[in-house]
């Protein structure tokens, strides 16, 4: 392992641009990384990485067992000793080149991205900048990482705090921002001189692997991180029963986040998650409701609602109901499905079949629980979208707070307006959900502005803006079921990637008893 100048060997991958791969018939294989090295899986099996705008086949990937997991923990467990001594600021430089490398590739990250999870080209470019801001970010903590000196109460005595890595460090990445999301991960993690063993999504392998491509060209050395493909309930399990894995960062459902700390606990592993949510927008009478229209449009159809930050509540004052809901209605009408990389398409698919059964089941939820269906509510199948995982933009209207369809995390583009009379009952409806991310207010009254900060219980607030589109050098996270706590991004990120050591240094020569001789 060459710390010493920063870079590292790459050793057995054959390269192009930086990404590694062999060829199997006409799609390429994609392969796992570990310890510096481009490798097939123990198993043998692979499985396809697809287009879900249109079906097409973009890669094989090898699908890892236990077996491999083993492999990749020991590597990084291995390089962990070497590379907590790197000095920091020179992490933060292979950080830094990493982060000049997707500044040049930004445009092919961004189409990578477009074919292989839908997304409409523009927020994949937005995704991929997301990255490349975290990375810098973090790459600048390499000369902070700051930790306490405080005075204390004996003389001759210096007492201080310092950051230390926590060891081997797990990531189970989700399919939706597959750029932005394992950089708010792994960018922290590494900085702060932990290894990696990185398990992204299986609906979005090619993204990852060229992440770590670019990680690797930056000079990462071997076994600092290592890329295993294959499924949750193979190597996400694995992963959380190694008794050599120290934490596990996991974003994805409430339902699978409750099981990843319940196993990580078996073994007293420090688990951070990013789970759900249920963000609502609220919308005063005294908002401005064009304004409102295109925040709601942007929070509640972008990504086709597949973000965690996404509005699929509006709580919306009586009195401007009527004039918000025509003009919603037309808007909606008005967004074109397609293939994201399409400059005329607003709204991308699904990430699968399956997403598009679970968005219509709630659908049906919805119609059951006797809310009225506005718009959509159906699959889009029209020409070529038959080929991909579309459905249409759905709007519900006299939902009432304690529905499921009000309550539940849909993860798709489906939205319901819900009816308030005032702020008060606007905050309580907002806040009284099982989950806690975003939360998001228009109104132009200041005195309104301010109450709503002040009682909404969410992780973040928006005034005058969608519930979408936080930016990485803030505190990104949720109350209640929403995670256990932690915080991703901005220096909070640093609380979670590292262990507080607390060093005395009594240079007096004497036996001084804190809290005694005083
Ligand atoms: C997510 O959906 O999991 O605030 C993350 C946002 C983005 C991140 C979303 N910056 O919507």
């Known amino acids: 392992m060459e710390v010493e100048n920063g870079h590292g060997t790459n050793r057995g991958a054959s390269r192009r641009g930086g990404v590694a791969t062999l060829e199997v018939g006409a799609v390429q294989l994609y392969r796992n990384y570990i310890d510096g090295r481009w490798v097939e899986s123990s198993t043998?099996?692979?499985f396809e990485s697809t287009n879900p705008a249109t079906g097409e086949v973009l890669g094989r990937v090898t699908k890892s067992g236990r077996e491999d997991v083993e492999r990749a923990v020991a590597a990084a467990r291995q390089s962990f000793e070497r590379w907590?001594?790197?000095?920091?600021?020179?992490?933060g430089e292979i950080l830094f080149r990493a982060g000049e490398i997707m500044r040049q590739r930004k445009e092919d990250l961004a189409r990578l991205m477009t074919r292989e999870m839908g997304k409409v080209i523009a927020e994949a470019r937005g995704d991929v900048q997301e990255g490349i801001d975290m990375t810098f970010y973090m790459a600048g903590e390499g000369r902070r990482l700051a930790g306490e000196t405080v005075p204390v109460e004996l003389p001759n005595k210096f007492g201080m705090s310092v950051r230390d890595p926590i060891g081997v460090i797990a990531c189970i990445t989700p399919w939706n921002f597959p750029f932005a999301i394992p950089t708010w991960k792994m960018m922290p993690a590494l900085v702060a001189g932990n290894t990696v063993v990185f398990k992204p999504a299986s609906d979005t392998p090619l993204v990852a692997h060229a992440l770590v491509g670019i990680l690797e060209e930056a000079g990462l050395p071997p076994g600092v991180i290592n890329l295993v493909f294959g499924p949750g309930d193979t190597v996400g399990e694995a992963l959380l029963a190694h008794p050599d894995v120290?934490?596990?960062s996991f974003t994805g459902s409430t339902e699978a986040g409750k099981h990843v700390a319940q196993k990580a606990d078996e073994t007293l592993k420090r688990v951070h998650l990013e789970l759900g949510g249920k963000n609502a927008i609220i919308v005063m009478d005294d908002a401005d409701l064009d304004l409102?229209?295109?925040?709601?449009?942007w929070s509640a159809f972008g990504t086709t609602g597949q973000r965690c930050t996404a509005a699929s509540r509006l709580i919306v004052h009586r009195a401007v109901r009527e004039a918000l809901t025509e003009r919603l209605v037309s808007?909606?009408?008005?967004?074109r499905l397609g293939n994201g990389l399409e400059p005329t398409?607003?709204?991308?698919?699904?990430?699968?079949?399956r997403a598009v059964e679970k968005v219509h089941r709630y659908t049906e939820i919805g119609l059951q629980e006797g809310a009225r269906l506005l718009t959509g509510g159906r699959p889009a199948t029209d020409g070529e979208l038959a080929k991909g995982s579309f459905y249409m933009p759905t709007l519900f209207t006299d939902v009432k707070p304690h529905m499921r369809i009000a309550q539940e995390e849909i993860f798709g583009p489906t939205t319901a307006i819900i009816t308030v009379d005032g702020l008060e009952e606007a905050i309580e409806v907002n806040n009284r959900t099982g989950y806690g991310l975003s939360s998001s207010i228009y109104t132009r009254d200041v005195n309104r502005?301010?109450?709503a900060m002040r009682d909404i219980t969410t992780g973040l607030v928006y005034v005058n803006a969608g519930t979408i589109g936080a930016e990485i050098q803030l505190p990104f996270g949720g109350?209640?079921?929403?995670?256990?706590?932690?915080?991703?991004?901005?220096?909070a990120a640093l609380e979670v990637y590292t262990e507080w050591k607390t060093i005395y240094v009594d240079y007096s020569g004497r036996l001084q008893r804190a809290q005694i001789d005083i």
């Open 44 to 46: 043998g099996e692979t």
């Open 84 to 91: 907590r001594r790197v000095p920091a600021p020179r992490r």
């Open 246 to 248: 120290d934490m596990v």
């Open 292 to 297: 409102a229209l295109e925040g709601i449009v």
């Open 331 to 335: 808007r909606i009408n008005k967004l």
């Open 345 to 353: 398409t607003d709204v991308g698919p699904l990430i699968n079949r």
């Open 449 to 451: 502005a301010f109450q």
């Open 479 to 491: 109350t209640r079921g929403t995670g256990n706590g932690h915080r991703e991004a901005g220096r």
